[in-house]
């Protein structure tokens, strides 16, 4: 007994899809260390933020930021499962752009308030994980919402203790974010 072509095209539909499916959560599996990384560079440079003089905060990010991005492209670098040579190198290139671009508008624009400045991060993180969630993969746009939204009420309703807002909420959002991608 063989098959129609409607059913060997829909077959294939299926095929093709699970195998897409199984593209993206193999990589969120890869990117969830990563979120955990960064998520733990992200506290501990609030927490040091707030028990250091703001002279030294440029040094402390500038320490931190090496320690994420070596550590971005040490998880990124190699696709074991199919022996090809990874994209560590076009994600540490991506975070080095986005921190050129934090410094350059924090250059441009000045900011008058410090809290400000504390917060800026968070809304540029969030928007640029949204846009990948557009773009690619839908759970970094949940996780840029939350990161974005996070900014913006520790901004408004936590000043006094930002650093230690977006120590817990950036932070461990990043981080909690790599748990959720790595369950996926």
Do not use: C, N
């Not at 979120?35 to 992200?42: D, E, I, N, P, R």
């Not at 609030?46 to 990010?61: I, R």
């Not at 924090?106 to 008058?112: E, G, I, M, T």
């Amino acid at each position: 007994m063989g098959i129609s072509k409607s059913e060997a095209a829909s077959a294939l539909t299926d095929i093709e899809s699970a195998a897409g499916r199984s593209r993206l959560l193999k990589g969120y599996h890869y990117a969830a260390p990563i979120l955990m990384v960064w998520g733990v560079v992200w506290a501990a440079g609030y927490v040091a933020m707030d028990l250091l003089a703001p002279e030294h905060w440029g040094v402390l990010w500038l320490a931190l930021d090496v320690i994420g991005v070596g550590s971005t492209m040490l998880l990124a670098r190699r696709d074991k499962t199919r022996g090809k040579a990874g994209h560590g190198w076009k994600i540490g290139a991506g975070v080095l752009v986005i921190l050129i671009f934090y410094g350059g508008t924090f250059a441009l624009f000045r900011p008058d308030s410090i809290d400000a400045a504390i917060a800026y991060p968070g809304l540029v993180t969030g928007l640029v994980y949204a846009g990948i969630g557009i773009a690619f993969a839908p759970r970094y746009l949940w996780i840029g919402a939350a990161l974005f939204a996070a900014s913006l009420v520790g901004f408004f309703f936590f000043q006094p203790w930002l650093t230690f807002w977006m120590a817990a909420a950036g932070g461990g959002s990043l981080f909690v974010s790599g748990l959720w991608m790595r369950g996926a």
